[in-house]
């Protein structure tokens, strides 16, 4: 059964930092595109991030470049989205996904990140 699990949201202060987490079973993270997207309250799904198959190439939202960093470690089929420097407007509901996009499938259950102060 292919499956998504994120972890490692939760609350941060303006200029924190977070590192997401995103546990794949049911298939090989390095044989896909993967990528993370996120879902303010009252807004469109966003795309953030996505990752190469090889992990040669990344993609960041201009919303988001320079600040966040998108890796994976293959031995233990985990996507990360290190999170820097964050803002008040990054409060989302973060997701990982199979694909590239916004429409990557499937999609994890989400972690939440509220920036706070």
């Known amino acids: 059964q292919v499956r998504l699990v994120e972890s490692g949201g939760g609350l941060v202060q303006p200029g924190g930092s977070l590192r997401l987490s995103c546990t794949a079973s049911g298939f090989t993270l390095s044989q896909y595109y993967m990528s993370w997207v996120r879902q303010a309250p009252g807004k469109e799904l966003e795309w953030v991030s996505d990752?190469?198959?090889?992990?040669?190439?990344?993609s960041y939202a201009d919303s988001v470049k320079g600040r966040f960093t998108i890796s994976r470690d293959t031995a233990k089929n985990t996507l990360y989205l290190q999170m820097n420097s964050l803002k008040f407007e990054d409060t989302a509901l973060y997701f990982c996904?199979?694909?590239?996009?916004?429409?990557?499938?499937?999609r994890g259950q989400g972690t939440q990140v509220t920036v706070s102060s």
């Open positions: 990752i190469s198959m090889s992990g040669a190439l990344t």
């Open positions: 996904a199979r694909g590239t996009g916004k429409y990557g499938y499937p």
